[in-house]
């Protein structure tokens, strides 16, 4: 199991797929691609990066604002864990 700042994976792709659910109205799998089966569109993105930033404490800029890296729960589940990771690591040094 993964851990990072207290985080779990398996924890915030479980919040992340019940999130998306009640946003969009319907039960969806930790790796659907909510893009590709037309459940939201990509403006929906950027409330995606506002609900982790503020969900997560993380900050996602720069080359992290790719599409790609919110298509699942899974997906951003690895995302909101490598940014805290590496929030961590710049707290460190």
């Known amino acids: 199991m993964t851990q990072v700042s207290g985080?779990?994976?398996e924890v915030v792709?479980?919040?992340?797929?019940?999130?998306?659910?009640e946003k969009i109205r319907t039960g969806i799998a930790p790796?659907?691609?909510?893009?590709?089966?037309?459940?939201v569109s990509s403006m929906f993105a950027m409330e995606l990066v506002v609900?982790?930033?503020s969900t997560y404490d993380i900050?996602?800029?720069?080359s992290e604002?790719?599409?790609?890296n919110f298509r699942t729960a899974r997906?951003?589940?690895g995302l909101v864990l490598r940014l805290s990771e590496a929030d961590e690591a710049d707290e460190d040094d």
């Open 7 to 9: 985080l779990e994976a």
């Open 13 to 21: 792709e479980k919040d992340l797929t019940a999130y998306l659910s």
């Open 31 to 39: 790796d659907e691609d909510i893009f590709a089966s037309g459940l």
């Open 51 to 53: 609900h982790l930033e």
């Open 59 to 62: 900050a996602v800029i720069g």
């Open 65 to 68: 604002l790719k599409l790609d």
């Open 75 to 77: 997906v951003m589940s």
